[in-house]
């Protein structure tokens, strides 16, 4: 049977579906994580926030079915579980990692081969090896840390901080640390001062986002728009909890102030190059004195004004009565 493909410009915007997906995952997929992925695969397209009692009402299925799927999806590895929310695997991207295989067989007989040539690296996944997995670590993992030191040239501190700063509160799936790796690699980490640098920064962030959310009652994880934005307040601006603060109370009675409103503040601030709360407080007062003087300008003029017209219609109005009396005699 052949499919003719529809030549028809379409209404609304397409979202894209794996091949990997469809040959490998879907034949074996349940009916309700089949259709909570292809939900998600839009949420992600358009950067849509949603509580999982919502995703349930849109997608038809009860609040047990939809939990019970993120579990099945998470153990396949097709999405991540983070502390922001939900990521979606790049399944192509994974599948190519799947089929790589280094020229020799990546396991314990391998590391012995090379025992002398990669005395250091042997060390730092043995020691993984005991810290993270009690001295039992798959197959599956070995071949991992190899390519990921191989294709990202992480050093071997680098690569036992990363393991540190994941497993640092419950054993995560490897597609998790790959995520991590693939992010930190991304970033230019290759040194454990590299690394460290980027975890302060990641912690920096999430309380910060967390602070933000507080202070604005959100209860929905920031789309990554928002993130960008709050991102960039703290790197880019050097802006700490005390500066986002002086900006959310400045609008806390404003209508719709949305991230870019306050972003248009914080940005103004910067390029002010005002960096302390006590700077930002004079640069406002002054800004408030300015508008206040402005307004009893213009308050005087339009005082001035009605004066003058006050004093012409009495003028007429003494015109008219004089004639008036003039009239009668």
């Not at 399944?91 to 190519?96: A, G, M, N, S, W």
């Not at 005087?300 to 003494?318: C, L």
């Amino acid at each position: 049977m052949k499919i003719i493909k529809n030549k028809r410009k379409n209404i609304f915007a397409n979202i894209n579906l794996s091949e990997v997906f469809i040959l490998k995952y879907m034949k074996d997929m349940p009916s309700e994580a089949l259709k909570l992925y292809i939900y998600l695969i839009y949420l992600e397209t358009n950067q849509i926030n949603i509580e999982l009692e919502t995703i349930a009402k849109e997608i038809n299925i009860s609040l047990k079915e939809i939990k019970a799927s993120f579990d099945y999806l998470q153990e396949k590895g097709i999405i991540i579980m983070m502390e922001e929310g939900y990521y979606l695997v790049d399944l192509q991207e994974k599948e190519v990692m799947e089929l790589y295989t280094p020229k020799v067989t990546a396991n314990k007989d391998m590391l012995e081969s090379n025992q002398k040539k990669n005395n250091k690296r042997e060390k730092t996944i043995n020691d993984i090896e005991s810290m993270y997995f009690a001295g039992n670590m798959k197959a599956e993992w070995y071949k991992k840390i190899i390519f990921w030191f191989e294709k990202y040239n992480f050093s071997n501190e680098a690569m036992l901080g990363i393991f540190s700063h994941c497993f640092s509160e419950e054993v995560k799936p490897i597609a998790y640390v790959e995520t991590v790796v693939k992010s930190m690699a991304d970033k230019g980490v290759i040194t454990i001062g590299d690394l460290s640098k980027q975890i302060v920064n990641y912690d920096k962030k999430l309380k910060i986002i967390k602070f933000v959310k507080t202070e604005l009652n959100l209860h929905k994880a920031l789309t990554k728009p928002q993130e960008r934005i709050v991102e960039k307040w703290i790197f880019d601006y050097e802006y700490d909890k005390e500066q986002i603060k002086l900006v959310i109370d400045k609008t806390v009675n404003a209508q719709n102030a949305g991230f870019n409103y306050l972003d248009k503040i914080i940005t103004e601030w910067h390029q002010q190059g005002l960096k302390t709360v006590e700077e930002i407080l004079q640069y406002e007062k002054e800004n408030k004195e300015k508008i206040e003087e402005k307004k009893k300008e213009k308050n005087s003029k339009k005082s001035t004004n009605n004066t003058s017209s006050n004093n012409i219609e009495n003028r007429e109005q003494r015109k008219y009565e004089d004639f008036q009396v003039f009239d009668l005699f």
